[in-house]
């Protein structure tokens, strides 16, 4: 599914930046500001896949919300709180094309629970179909055949296939996760964002995962503070530190730079640090 634009890029940042506002609890008159993004550029060319990485704080989970189109609440708010541009395939993010624009994105959430609220995964999974094929008019929103394979190839491309019919409440955490990831594959769309996948993932069910979302031929960001999650998911990486870029280049030249990443509040990977203790 998805809206078909002419654009070589599938993401483009442009001058983007971004504040919390807030209300104060004594003086509702009185705002305060959180500047989170500070003209922030990069772009992501189709199929490409980029870690965003950084520390707690540094605006990682702020940029894919906001490129996700998931900062909607915002649109319409008395204090315009971002300036710059985002564009998904060509097509500027704003108030009134958000919801095609997001045909486009699937987003993964940190953590699985925002994401899986229905009685059964496979509803859950049916759940952004159904929302999407009824948008659109398709008539294939009354197909319950076409609405079962879809959801049934989804589960088997995520290895949930015998779990259908479980609560996803009470699935395990890294079934969870594919769950949650499920919801974002049913509609097929072309860019996939995905915020801190391995975090809380033991390690058998982090390198599945991760070996997933690998397998996707999709535009892939993700954000994460695990060096070694970057090292091993994409040639690129952008570095944020304090809302602001400061590496966009090849993971692996800057991820060998202890120096860099110590001044950004981050580590080497395991990857090197064994390698410097040998
Ligand atoms: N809804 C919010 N309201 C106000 N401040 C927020 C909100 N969400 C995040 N922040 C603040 O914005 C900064 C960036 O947060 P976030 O984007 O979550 O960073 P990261 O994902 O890199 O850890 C942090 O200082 C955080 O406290
Ligand atoms: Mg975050």
Redesign the pocket.
Known sequence: MGKEYACDNAIKVENFSFK?V?SDRQNQNRLTY?D?LKNINFEVASDERISII??????????L?NIAGLMDEYFDAKIKNDSGKIFIYGKQINSKNIYDIRENIGFVFQNPDDQLFSTSVFEDVAFGLINFLAKNKDSRVNDKKYIEDTVNLTLEMVNLKNKQEEIPHFLSYGEKKLAALATALSYDPKILIL??PSSNLDPKNRNNFIRLIKSLRKTMLI?T?DMDLAYEFSERCII?NE?KVVYDGKTKDVLKNRSFLVKNGLDLPLAFKNSEIV
């Open positions: 919390y807030k959180k989170v950084g520390p707690n704080g540094a605006g990682k989970s702020t940029l919300l915020d801190e954000a503070h944020l809302g």
